[in-house]
């Protein structure tokens, strides 16, 4: 087998860990509350990537990959990892305890679904910030209004229920999340980056849990199952897998497998926890899913113009 299609199983493997760990958050809900499974999910996803930190550190340092640095460019180094994990860790705590709040009150399919219009919504926020977007993605836009009324909107009104609202808010969250991902990846490792983030978004979970929540061990421990396929899985497993794919496969052709993610939440969510969708909310997820495809489709390269007159 080639590393290309192994590449692309491993993805397509990753795609169904967080499609159905929208069950495991769910299934967390009844045992603790949102900022208490999100804390510690995510410190054990931040500690699940230090190994590998560690290996890949090991692995460069062996095959001199490492550029050789002086003490003053180590520390300045450290800062910027801290500082990047730092913002990206509060952009994934609001987006990510919007969606475990949201998930409380709204089934994992729709969750998955509804959370998978980050990427339309980037190429909004991508015109605010007065960046060039192409004009596919307008389309796109408009693709996910659509489906978003027709899964969400079921009584022909224009009002979200409360879950649905939050997992919207959630989506723009991730949104945000990623143009903040996007500004320090190209700079930074990326593997580090995200084990602080990770860090970052547990410790204030476990603060909001402190401050707001009433946490009980016997109860954290029988969520034992959910937290580490969160956990370990999701965040720590997933990520990893991610990577290591993506060395290997064609950016298309993951990005559209990564799209699987929402459909596998759907399919985990009838099997696990027996949750079903009426006609018009399964048309309105394939409208939803469409946009995101048509949103990774690569861009066609102009022809070359004629020769100059």
């Known amino acids: 087998m080639s590393k290309k299609m192994q590449s692309n199983i491993l993805l397509l493997f990753t795609a169904l860990i967080w499609g159905s760990s929208f069950v495991a958050q769910k299934s967390g809900m009844d045992y603790i509350e949102p900022f208490t499974f999100n804390g510690i999910r995510m410190v054990i996803g931040g500690l699940v990537l230090i190994p590998f930190i560690l290996l890949m550190d090991r692995k460069k340092a062996r095959d001199g990959a490492a550029a050789p640095m002086s003490d003053d460019e180590k520390a300045k180094a450290r800062k910027k990892i801290i500082a990047g994990g730092i913002c990206c860790g509060l952009a994934i705590f609001v987006a990510s305890s919007l969606q475990q709040f949201g998930v409380s009150y709204t089934t994992a399919g729709k969750a998955g679904f509804i959370t998978t219009l980050y990427v339309v919504i980037v190429p909004i926020i991508s015109v605010l910030l007065r960046k060039r977007v192409r004009p596919i993605m307008w389309l796109c836009v408009v693709l996910g209004a659509v489906g978003l009324y027709l899964l969400c909107m079921t009584d022909d009104s224009f009002k979200l229920a ?144 004629k020769a100059l007159q």
């Open 162 to 305: 409360f879950g649905d609202m939050l997992v919207l808010l959630c989506a723009v969250a991730f949104a945000v999340h990623i143009m903040v991902v996007d500004h320090f990846a190209a700079k930074l490792d990326g593997t580090k980056l995200s084990c602080i983030q990770f860090l970052t978004s547990g410790i204030l979970g476990l603060i909001g849990m402190a401050i707001f929540e009433s946490p009980d061990i016997n109860a954290i421990l029988d969520c034992w199952l959910p937290i580490l396929y969160a956990g370990v899985l999701s965040c720590g497993l997933g990520y990893t897998f991610q990577v290591i794919a993506q060395k290997y496969a064609e950016p298309t052709v993951a990005s559209l497998l990564m799209s699987l993610e929402s459909v596998f939440a759907v399919i985990s969510g009838a099997i696990l926890l027996h949750e079903t969708m009426s006609m018009r909310e399964l048309t309105g997820c394939a409208v939803i899913f469409a946009a995101v495809i048509i949103s990774q489709l690569p861009e066609k390269k102009k022809k070359e113009g």
